[in-house]
């Protein structure tokens, strides 16, 4: 059993190593990283739920999905979804809804969970570097998504919902 602690330890740790490298080199990367390809946006939306409807089998997944083409570095947009389906996932409790849709210039991506709300007073720091509550894991995945979707001339906010939060992108079309 003891063991079984450390190793969960040592992968949590590990996971908050690789994020704070990251989030410490993105600027770099981004600013340097020439790929800029056409992305489904809803292909690659169904691959990362794809990926996470395993991990939590007992939630259920409402999914309305338009096709939607941006332009960016796949593995950057696809690293700033996954940090918000990751806390959809960790904090629903029966259902995450996700919503693509196009409207004017912008993709509008909005990940909803039936969890818990944010408090208000935590609203307009959730954003932040190493921000998190009592509930949260290391105060990264965030920090690393707004600054993603910030890179590529988009927004990013939470709001609360009357019961559960949505996480909405917007990304400009090109």
Do not use: C
Request: glycine letters at 6%; zero cysteines.
């Amino acid at each position: 059993k003891t063991a079984g602690i450390i190793k969960d330890e040592a992968i949590r740790l590990q996971k908050k190593i690789n994020q704070m490298l990251y989030l410490n080199t993105l600027d770099y990367v981004l600013e340097n990283d020439t790929k800029n390809d056409y992305i489904n946006l809803k292909d690659l939306v169904n691959n990362i739920i794809s990926r996470f409807e395993i991990i939590k089998s007992d939630i259920e997944w409402d999914l309305s999905l338009d096709e939607v083409i941006i332009k960016g570095d796949r593995d950057k947009i696809e690293v700033s979804i996954e940090n918000i389906l990751d806390n959809a996932l960790r904090y629903a409790n029966e259902v995450i809804k996700v919503t693509l849709k196009k409207d004017g210039q912008y993709a509008y991506l909005d990940i909803y969970n039936d969890g818990p709300k944010i408090d208000e007073k935590h609203m307009k720091h959730i954003f932040n570097r190493m921000y998190k509550d009592k509930t949260g894991n290391f105060g990264l995945g965030l920090a690393i998504t707004k600054k993603i979707v910030d890179f590529y001339n988009g927004e990013i906010k939470a709001v609360n919902r009357d019961k559960g939060v949505s996480f909405i992108i917007k990304y400009p079309l090109k």
